[in-house]
């Protein structure tokens, strides 16, 4: 006779230890625009993990009520582009919900957070001139004001060029709108003309440039005094237009 061959028993949890089960749902999730069209989704980690470590989150989006996309993250947070609504502006609608992933499988979704499509930014407008003044022929103070269309995206800064006879000659970038240009030599016997312009910039690109404005200075022949020293010709200039 042989002997009967044994039947492994199955292996059984220990007594006690409870089994991992899909996690609780992900809580607080916000959402956060940062321009040309990208949205960024946040959230709290679920208070229960089901008895085993979160692997991954999953946020989903969908745009008027269709699956959209997805992003899988292992932190709380997640950033999705491609905002282009298919139909008329303002009439488009995103949803996002995001559950959690462990070892058991994928949790309960988070309740869902909507909004209407995010317009994507563009370059800001064109600032308009308030004044051009001067103290002395060195210097020479710009005021400006902001574009009435930021472009949907903050502006960073303000760049002022100035030209001279037709020829880039220098830059002022302002975070204000005012800036004062120094270094207004005239250099030449005759006129001489600056030009400004200024243009916006945020976090798309520089916007298109202002309406220019001109500075023409005169200045005459240079001259010998009775020790035969170089005596600087006579300047005055024509501020602004």
């Known amino acids: 006779e042989t002997p009967e061959e044994e039947t492994p028993e199955e292996e059984t949890p220990e007594e006690g230890t409870p089994m991992a089960t899909i996690s609780g749902p992900p809580t607080d999730v916000t959402k956060t625009s940062i321009g040309a069209g990208q949205v960024t989704v946040e959230w709290t ?13 999953t946020v989903t989006r969908r745009l008027n009520g269709v699956f959209d996309s997805t992003c899988v993250q292992t932190a709380t947070s997640c950033t999705l582009i491609g905002h282009s609504p298919p139909t008329s ?9 995001v559950f959690a992933t462990n070892s058991v499988g994928d949790g309960a979704s988070s309740s869902a957070i909507t909004h209407l499509e995010e317009t994507a930014a563009a370059v800001p ?16 103070t710009l005021t400006w004001a902001a574009p009435t269309d930021d472009g949907g995206s903050p502006i960073i800064s303000y760049t002022v060029t100035r ?38 910039t945020n976090s798309v690109g520089d916007g298109l440039p202002s309406a220019a404005v001109t500075r023409v200075c005169f200045r005459g022949p240079d001259s010998l005094d009775q020790n035969n020293n170089v005596v600087p010709g006579p ?4 501020d602004g237009n």
Not at 89 to 97: R, S
Request: charged share 5%.
């Open 89 to 97: 502006p303002g009439t488009n609608t995103y949803t996002y919900t």
């Open 125 to 140: 407008g064109i600032p308009t001139w308030v004044s051009a003044t001067s103290a002395d022929i060195p210097t020479y």
């Open 235 to 238: 300047s005055v200039c024509n």
């Open 45 to 57: 980690a679920p208070t229960d993990d089901g008895g085993s470590p979160i692997i991954s989150y």
């Open 163 to 200: 030209t001279l006879n037709g020829a880039f000659d220098s830059t002022c970038v302002q975070t204000n709108t005012s800036c004062t240009m120094t270094g207004h030599s005239v250099p030449g016997v005759g006129n001489n003309t600056y030009t400004y312009t200024v243009f916006a």
